[in-house]
Each structure stands twice: as structure tokens, then as C-alpha cells.
């Protein structure tokens, strides 16, 4: 445990805020010891799988998806928009599970560039998806953000990118902030667009 602590104004809690910290105190971990491949560290056995590993943790929404993964292609090459559309179309046949939306071929919402759109709704389902993901989506950018109560920090702070980020038009986040604009009113009950 470090016995340095945050500048006042430092916006984040600790991690390790969920532990007593007299536990910490007394429970140090081992710098030194390593596994049998010689670099990684031994951690402290604790008997059980961390929850995360089953469900999403404090701070998603838990009445909407877990992640959205918006997946960019400039519609003006047409091997990437190809590649874009049977990329989509493969998604669709081998995760039928999950939520697909539209193939848009031009901007939307707070997206600078053609894309499309998957929900995934467990964890698993984000390791499984991220890991494909990872290795088939060819030429092509992904935004990959939580869903939790800031529209506005899941796409900027909490977001992670495969491949080249796109600068986003965080406006009509704004304004979905603020209950104001087009975008507010597209996000209203029964209006679902996938374009978040």
C-alpha cells in the first residue's frame, strides 16, 4: 500500500479504497517473489474468482447494455466500406446474440464517421467479442465505451480504442446532459437509435 497520498485536487478515490486499510497494513504484498516463468509476480491466493467475472461492476447501468462497440470505416474507400459491410454482416452470423444495429453510412450523434454499431450485455460476452474483435476488424477503428449514468465520460474518459481514434463531436452528448437538442429527444423512451 503507497503512504503517499492524493493532491486535494485529485478527482479520483483510491483503488484501493474497498480494502480496511489496517488489512493492507498487515497483508503487504511480495515485490519480490515471482512465478515459475521468472517475471510475473506471486499474487496472494484468495479462493474465489473476482465477481466482474460474472457480472458488470458498481457504476454500469444495469437496466441498459454493459458496452457498446462503435466500429468506424470512411464511407469515401470503397475496400473499406466493403470490408465494413462484411465485417458487419460476419458479426451479425457469428454473434447472434448480441445487438447489432444499422449500418450507418455517414456521421451520427457524437460519431465523425460512418459506423456501426454492438451491444454486449455480460462480461464474458465483452472478453469473447474484444478478443475477435481485436484480431478481424482488418482496417477499422473501435470505440469501445461502458454505459453509466455520463453519456459524456463513457465516450471520452471511460472509452478504449482499437486502432486509430477518431476525434468525437462530443456536443450532443452535451446536450443529452443537459435534457436539451435533437439528440435528448432521440434518446427519449421508445426511441432508440444505436447511434450512442
Known amino acids: 500500500m503507497s503512504n503517499n497520498s492524493y493532491s486535494a485536487n485529485f478527482p ?3 483503488p484501493l479504497a474497498v480494502y480496511d486499510p489496517e488489512t493492507l497494513k498487515q497483508n503487504p504484498l511480495d515485490s519480490e517473489a ?3 516463468d521468472g517475471k510475473s509476480l506471486v499474487n496472494p491466493p484468495t479462493g474465489k474468482l473476482s465477481t466482474v ?3 458488470f461492476p458498481e457504476g454500469f447501468v444495469k437496466t441498459n447494455n454493459g458496452f457498446d462497440f462503435h466500429i468506424y470505416y470512411m464511407p469515401g474507400n470503397p475496400d473499406e466500406a466493403l470490408f465494413a ?3 458487419h454482416e460476419r458479426i451479425r452470423r457469428e454473434f447472434p446474440e448480441l445487438r ?3 449500418f450507418w453510412d455517414k456521421a451520427i450523434g457524437p460519431h465523425p464517421t460512418a459506423m456501426f454499431e454492438v451491444n454486449v450485455f455480460t462480461p464474458h460476452q465483452t472478453g469473447a467479442f474484444f478478443s475477435w474483435l481485436a484480431l478481424n476488424r482488418g482496417p477499422l ?3 469501445i465505451h461502458p454505459n453509466t449514468s455520463d453519456p459524456l465520460k463513457d465516450h471520452t ?3 478504449t480504442w482499437m486502432g486509430r481514434p477518431w476525434p468525437l463531436n462530443i456536443t450532443p452528448l452535451s446536450m443529452e446532459l443537459r435534457g436539451t437538442g435533437a439528440h435528448a429527444a432521440a434518446a427519449a423512451p421508445g426511441a432508440a437509435s444505436g447511434a450512442n
Open 12 to 14: 479520483y478515490a483510491s
Open 34 to 36: 515471482r512465478n515459475a
Open 53 to 55: 467475472y460474472d457480472e
Open 85 to 87: 459491410k462484411e465485417l
Open 100 to 102: 447489432i444495429y444499422r
Open 141 to 143: 477503428s473501435v470505440l
Open 157 to 159: 474518459e471511460l472509452a
